[in-house]
């Protein structure tokens, strides 16, 4: 007897992006990170093309992080003291890309100038060859201010700038398409917004192809199956052949899981001084690969155990071509 | 929604003189202005305008290709017009259309199937158009298994119920919504269903109104396809909107929009 062919079959596909510019494509980077082109659900190898690699990017702040746990403050030592050396640190960890926030131009933080921010982009860019994603301080009137700085000096670089906003894109639209970036549209994990968003964006010019679907996230133990529920559906209405859906999808991770009390000060009997460092690893490195398996293709992480936990996760999930 | 554009029709008056005076100009921007305003594909009938149909129907195939090369519906009851154009159509080609009776139909999507095209078929056969949504269903079952045994597969047959005008049949509406229902689950992967939208608003008032509102009730029993005027931006919209409550869309602010430009 043979078996029935139940695989689904897709019309739709995952838009393939890629990030940083070497040399030959006007840039300084060492090397281009591509990603997405899944032509079905992630890793499901027997149904259609899984696309590319997800791939890793490591967070870096423009100064010494405040409240960090002992755990990350442990791995990276004296880095933190500026953020050329921090990259350095996190491309050695296995970085695939730099996601550098400018936390300090916050006004009520650092409210460091647009030149400072530009500075350290060019810093960031000096010291490593990987290609960056920036972000701003989340504060929109700010950003508005920064980001033209940054984006005019890292020029060709390919950067992801993070992140346009229902109300807030036009400024971001408008480097991306002067400056040659690509954008990260960004919705508060809300699948109707995040086609908005993105609508809103091609509507002022930008290029659909050139996007990233940042759908707001949180860590396991705190509403990921929503997170995953709402992920999965966004995908499957892309394969199903909504463009304005098919966007490679970004999840920031590692910010997310080091602030959760099971990662800080894990509270259960069984925990001893020796596993205690331990559960923020395991909370990131599980919530990252909870997350790959809802279809994110872009990782911002923390933890170099993680990275390296998720890494092989990874390469178990889809081996190297034959 | 699968829309097939009515406009490129001999009935028009302005379609008329174009035929009978060769202007181009006014074809291809019905054929342009049909497509960008959500037609997927395009009905091309002569109608009455000229005598030498099969004439008039080629030079309308080859005007509306300077343009556009969207599937062009060949829109002819006469077999010996479609058997004509057919191989010349570049491009992918609907055949509009065929009854129902096994031998018509095993022609037609004999023909569809060797140019790679598409069928309409009609729930009519020799005793015409079916009086209850039975008769649909078992006309619509028989053009399934014809198709197939001619090699044509189930995604490219359309399967037409026969909307008839209200003013005429209050029944008919009822019928084909059964019938539609019916239809679309016969097989795996389903036909595709279809209505002559707009003829059932024929020499009614408000025409726009019946029309959109029939569309709806009609996607919301699986219709996924019509002939009709996709000029009309409120009747596009109730079929965006339709699909949208029908859970064939994800919902955004501007779904309207979205919709419009996932198409191109």
């Not at chain 1, 960056?132 to 060709?156: E, F, T, Y």
């Not at chain 1, 400024?171 to 699948?191: N, R, Y």
């Not at chain 1, 002022?204 to 709402?230: H, K, Q, R």
């Not at chain 2, 279809?194 to 020499?203: E, F, H, I, T």
Request: charged share 20%; hydrophobic share 45%.
């Amino acid at each position: 007897m043979t078996m029935p062919d139940v695989s689904e079959k897709w019309t739709g596909k995952i838009n393939t992006l890629t990030l940083g510019a070497t040399s030959a494509s006007g840039g300084t980077r060492t090397g281009a990170v591509t990603i997405g082109g899944a032509s079905t659900l992630p890793f499901l190898s027997f149904e259609g093309e899984v696309g590319n690699r997800p791939a890793i990017a490591v967070d870096v702040l423009d100064g010494p992080p405040e409240g960090w746990p002992a755990p990350l403050v442990k791995a990276y030592g004296d880095a933190f003291s500026s953020p050329a050396k921090w990259a350095k640190k996190a491309v050695g960890f296995g970085a695939d890309l730099i996601c550098l926030r400018l936390a300090n131009a916050h006004p009520d933080g650092g409210n460091r100038s647009p030149q400072q921010c530009a500075d350290t982009v060019k810093e960031v860019l000096g010291a490593v060859g990987v290609p960056l994603i920036v972000w701003g301080c989340g504060i929109d009137a700010k950003d508005n201010q920064i980001m033209p700085a940054v984006s005019s000096a890292a020029r060709g670089e390919n950067l992801l700038l993070g992140s346009a906003r229902e109300k807030n894109y036009r400024t971001l639209v408008a480097l991306g398409l002067a400056d040659g970036h690509k954008l990260m549209a960004e919705s508060p994990c809300d699948v109707n917004i995040a086609k908005q968003v993105n609508i809103l964006c091609t509507d002022a010019g930008y290029p659909l192809e050139n996007m990233v679907i940042f759908p707001t996230t949180g860590a396991l133990g705190y509403g990921i199956e929503y997170v995953y529920s709402i992920q999965e559906r966004g995908r499957l209405a892309g394969l199903g052949g909504d463009r304005l859906l098919a966007q490679p999808v970004l999840a920031d991770v590692g910010a997310e899981a080091w602030r959760s009390k099971e990662a800080r000060d894990p509270q259960f009997a069984c925990v001893t001084d020796q596993t205690r460092p331990l559960w923020g690893v395991a909370w990131e490195a599980a919530t990252a690969t909870f997350l790959l398996q809802a279809g994110v293709e872009l990782l911002v992480m923390r933890h170099p155990d993680a990275i390296a936990q998720v890494r092989a996760a990874i390469g178990r999930l889809m081996p190297a071509a034959k | 929604m699968y829309v097939i554009g009515e406009r490129i029709n001999g009935m028009f008056a302005d379609v008329k003189q174009a035929i009978r005076e060769k202007k181009a100009d006014v074809i291809q921007e019905l054929a342009r202005r049909q497509m960008a305003a959500g037609a997927w594909a395009l009905d091309v009938n002569v109608g009455p305008a000229v005598a030498d149909g099969k004439g008039a129907m080629l030079w309308l195939v080859e005007t509306i290709r300077a343009v556009s090369d969207a599937p062009l519906a060949i829109d002819t009851a006469k077999w010996e017009v479609m058997a004509a154009v057919v191989p010349q159509v570049p491009g992918h080609v609907i055949l509009n259309s065929s009854k129902a009776d096994p031998e018509i139909a095993a022609k037609y999507a004999g023909l569809a199937a060797e140019h790679n095209g598409s069928l309409i078929g009609l729930t009519i056969d020799a005793a015409g158009v079916p009086g209850n949504s039975e008769k649909r269903v078992e006309l619509g079952a028989q053009l399934i298994a014809t198709a197939m045994e001619a090699g044509l597969p189930t995604d490219r047959l359309f399967i037409d119920p026969i909307i008839l005008p209200v003013n005429v049949s209050s029944k008919t509406p009822v019928d084909c919504l059964e019938a539609i229902a019916q239809i679309r689950a016969f097989s795996d992967p389903p036909p595709h269903l279809l209505l002559g939208l707009s003829n059932v608003s024929q020499r009614c008032s408000n025409r726009g109104l019946i029309n959109r509102t029939y569309l709806s009730m009609c996607i919301a029993k699986g219709l996924d396809s019509a002939i009709m005027d996709p000029l009309d931006t409120e009747l596009i919209n109730s079929a965006i909107t339709a699909e949208l409550l029908t859970g064939k869309m994800i919902y955004c602010d501007s779904y309207l929009e979205a919709a419009r430009s996932s198409k191109q």
